[in-house]
């Protein structure tokens, strides 16, 4: 059972470069989620998609672009990547629990360097 | 004032001593409450929930304190195995509103 799998885990880009982050889940989750981290502050939501079909603006959302594709995958894409873009990039899928609770499973992430 | 705050430490400690974190929160109208435990450059992943009357989870005690709006995290015994970056989490009712604070980070030792 592989969980939220990411690709890529590394990535340099020069400023004004593109790309795509893909994120799959093989857990039948609805939910799904981009979060980025960095030092000092937290994982902070970027996008998120409650189902198929739908997704939301979170935090942090400006110079990001996302696609549901479908149930397993959601792409997290960075149009013209900044240096201030630079951070680990974590995807994660959720299903609702018992009361609610919305527990989390998170992809090993990828550390993006925006030069 | 941050939404979730925590002391990012870093706290040494011996293994096997107790070791307590708390966490402060500043929406009272949030719903639910977690800790997730972060290893150095690996994803979080979910330690335990935390429930308003307590739980324990063998050596793990969470507790949730509602009039003060903050939660705790007691770890006994720690082993060395325990070293890492504690997250405390909130959900406050939207299926986008997980806030994650910045962690505390814990070195056992022997």
């Known amino acids: 059972n592989a969980g939220v799998t990411q690709t890529p885990k590394f990535q340099v880009l020069k400023t004004g470069q593109s790309m795509t982050l893909q994120c799959a889940q093989d857990?039948?989750?609805?939910?799904m989620y981009w979060y980025r981290q960095d030092p000092g502050m937290g994982l902070r939501l970027i996008y998120y998609?409650?189902?198929?079909?739908?997704?939301d603006k979170g935090e942090v959302p400006n110079g990001y672009n996302v696609s549901r594709l479908n149930k397993r995958e959601f792409s997290l894409r960075l149009e013209s990547a900044a240096p201030s873009q630079t951070s680990v990039y974590f995807c994660?899928?959720?299903?609702?629990?018992?009361?609610?609770?919305?527990?989390?499973?998170f992809g090993p992430g990828t550390r993006l360097t925006v030069t | 004032r941050k939404e979730v705050e925590q002391d990012p430490g870093p706290f040494n400690v011996p293994e096997g001593a107790t070791v307590a974190f708390n966490c402060t929160y500043s929406?009272?109208?949030?719903?639910?409450f977690f800790w997730y435990r972060q290893d150095c450059r690996k994803e979080p992943k979910l330690l335990m929930s935390?429930?308003?009357s307590g739980n324990e989870d063998g050596r793990f005690t969470a507790q949730l304190n509602r009039a003060s709006q903050y939660i705790s995290l007691l770890i006994r015994d720690s082993k060395l195995s325990d070293s890492a970056t504690y997250l405390c989490?909130?959900?406050?009712?939207?299926?986008?509103?997980?806030?994650f604070g910045t962690g505390t980070r814990l070195q056992v030792t022997l």
């Open positions: 994660a899928s959720s299903a609702a629990g018992p009361l609610g609770f919305y527990e989390q499973y």
């Open positions: 857990m039948n989750h609805n939910s």
């Open positions: 998609s409650a189902s198929e079909g739908t997704t």
């Open positions: 929406n009272s109208a949030s719903q639910s």
């Open positions: 935390v429930y308003s």
């Open positions: 989490v909130v959900f406050t009712g939207t299926a986008s509103k997980l806030t």
